[in-house]
């Protein structure tokens, strides 16, 4: 299975942060069944500080939702970006499945109505467990 995992980074203040939980978000996915993960920031921007205009940014991501099974939208922040809207509704109108992961305390915007699937969590550790578990079930790949 593949999945993509869409994140505000550019307005966000802890970029390292930030990397660093996708990074261990990815890990946590790519070690169950052997799926695969998309993070544009890390994929296609090695984590570097490249401006890609977004007329070119676009058709990558809108791709790499074309060819995934489902999206992983991860909030730690105060407010979902325009983008991460934008490439939601995007995967929701491709028929793919929206999980939602949400810091405690923090808004989900306009996402959670259209998500398949909620998470409140209140550390990783927390977000490893209940992601693990529906994963297992959601997703499990029979041998």
Known sequence: MKFVIIY??????????LERELEQLSTLISNMDHHETFIFDKDV????????????????????????????????????????????????????????????????GRLKPICDSYFEFKDFEDLQIQLTDYLNKAFAVSQ
Not at 8 to 17: D, L, P, V
Not at 73 to 87: C, D
Not at 88 to 95: D, F, I, Q, S, V
Request: glycine residues 6%.
């Open 8 to 17: 505000k980074y550019k307005s966000t203040e802890n970029k390292q942060g």
């Open 45 to 108: 921007k090695k984590w570097q500080e490249v401006d890609v205009p977004r007329e070119q940014a676009s058709p990558i991501v809108f791709n790499a939702l074309k060819d995934c099974d489902a999206v992983i939208a991860y909030i730690n922040h105060s407010e979902p970006s325009e983008g991460m809207h934008l490439e939601a509704g995007y995967a929701k109108a491709l028929g793919k499945k929206i999980i939602l992961c949400v810091k405690k305390g923090e808004n989900s």
